[in-house]
C-alpha cells in the first residue's frame, strides 16, 4: 500500500466525512437549496484567489526541490485550469445573480486561507506541500464526481459545476498529484510524514468545514 493509501485507511471517517459531505448528497439528490450553492459559489470563489498563490509555492518549492522535472508541468498544468476557474466563477456568478465583487468571506473560508498561507512557509517541506495540494484538489475531484454517477439526480443548471471537478481529466491530474505526493512522502524522514501525515488530517477537517458553511450549518 502507498502511504497516502495507508493514512486514508486510517483516517476513513474523516475522509468520507469530507467526499460525501451532507452538501454533496443534497447536490446529488437535487434537493439542494438554491441559496446553499449560491453561497458555496461566492465563497470558493474566494478561496481559489487565495489557493493560487499557495499552487505557485508549491510550484517554486518543486523547481528547488524536485528530483523529476516532469512535476513542475503537472504543477503547471493545475495553475492552468485554475485560470479557468476563476473565469468560470465569474461567468457561473452571473448566471445565478451572485455579486462576487459584494462578498466577504465568512469565518471558516478565512480559517482555511490562513492555513494555506501557513503552508507557503518556505520552512515547509515540498512533500507536506505537494500531499496537501494533492489533497485539496483530490476531496472536490471525489465529491463532485459522486455527483456524476449514473443514478445521481444532480439537476440539469448544476452538472457544469460537478463536471468541473468531476470530470475524468481531473481525475488524472489528481492521479498524478498523489503519484508524486506519494513518491516524495517515500523519500521523506519520519519528521516529515508525520507533519504531511498531520496536515492531511487538518486539510479533511477544514474541508468538511467548508461544505457545512456552504450549507449554512455554521459561518
Ligand atoms: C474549498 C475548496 N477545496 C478544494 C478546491 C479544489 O480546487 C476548491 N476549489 N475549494
Redesign the pocket.
Known sequence: MTTIETWINNHESVYKAATRHSFIISIRHGSVDLSSFKRWLGQ?YL??RK?VPFVGSVLVKACKESDDESDMEVILSGLAS?ND?ISWFKKEAAKWDVQLSAIAPLQTNQN?CRFLESLMQPDVSYAVAITAFWA??A??QMSFAHCLEDDAKTPSELREACER?GNEGFGKYCDSLKKIANRCLSKGSNDVQVKAEAMLLQVLEL?VE?WSMSDGQIN
Do not use: A, S
Open positions: 470558493d478561496f481559489v489557493f485554475l476557474e482555511y485539496i484538489e476531496v472536490y471537478w474541508e467548508f
